[in-house]
């Protein structure tokens, strides 16, 4: 508000703009609360000052890899650096130690290999580009220096990178904590691993995200004295149990109930599956491929993760039997039976889908 009190004409500014949010331009005559600016969209617009904020005429092409560093913090600051960045591939960026990460909506791995982690191992935050490996680092490193517990929140809206960033802040503190020389299942190949087992049972295709997760989280992971990882914990809140009964089209239901169809040919005849197209809790949706997903590998991935979290084969059994019987009793239909309220399945379908149920139910 400051700001906008001290435009004179000459100044470069941002308005708001209906389609592109922000357009910038030049104050060309200011009338009482009035400000007329000639944009560089070539629009010329009249503008309440309180709509107008300054632009920094010396900002950076490239942007500030630190937002603290903008000459005007303000919301069209903020999304032009942002925008700017992203233009040179730069999707992180830091407010004072917060880091924005801005979805690039494709695979980056140069910026996470292996070399990557050895760079940002104690560098201090700032030093290097910013990168959530900087902020685990720091969070490691105070944890050691100080001996204090330490959090880091990941939020956004849904499709924005959460998932991504956490896995990215689980594998360098991974590799921080992890013992070189362990051997089988060490505590923090289970922590990586209980990833894909999450995944498969809380996520599903959204509109907006293909591998949205349906679930809130708390993952704890426990370090000795010595910095290495001796345990941890994963705590899961609100899974949307209604999507199970219920999906829309274009989205889809958990991913795990499409794995099981897809698995080998064992496995289907076991739980009396088949394709996706048959089960009403899934056919209510005209959407099944995700592209890119092969669900017959990723049911052989989610069944490994599950050994390396320490599922053991009879309680995997356990849980499919769940997922598939769950399948057959969206099948049964019911019809009205010869007792005053009483209902009774439908056809012998039904009843096929019934009894398989109670029998994988046990
Ligand atoms: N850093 C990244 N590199 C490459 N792709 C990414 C990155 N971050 C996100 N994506 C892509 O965007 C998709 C959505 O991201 P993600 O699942 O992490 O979002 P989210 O914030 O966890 O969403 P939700 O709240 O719906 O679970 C990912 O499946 C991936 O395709």
Redesign the pocket.
Known sequence: MVATRNLLVGSSVWVEDPEASWVDGEVVEINGDGITINCTSGKKVVAKASDVHPKDPEFPTCGVDDMTKLAYLHEPGVLYNLKCRYDENE?YTYTGNILI?V??????PH??DNDIMRQYKGAAIGELSPHPFAVADSAYRQMITEGISQAIL?S?????????????LMRYLAYMGGRVAAEGRSVEQQVLESNPVLEAFG?AK?V???????FGKFVEIQFDQRGMISGAAIRTYLLERSRVCQVSDPERNYHCFYMLCAAPQEDIKKYKLGDPRTFHYLNQSNFYKLDGVDESNEYLTTRRAMDVVGINADEQDAIFRVVAAILHLGNVEFTKGDEVDSSIPKDDKSWFHLKTAAELFM
Not at 103 to 108: E, I, K
Not at 156 to 168: N, R
Not at 208 to 214: D, E, I, Q, V
């Open positions: 999707i990460a979805n690039p909506f494709q695979r980056l910026l996470y990941v956004g809206e849904s499709g924005a990178g959460k998932t991504e960033s956490t896995k990215m996520n959204t907006r995200n293909n591998n949205s997760s349906r």
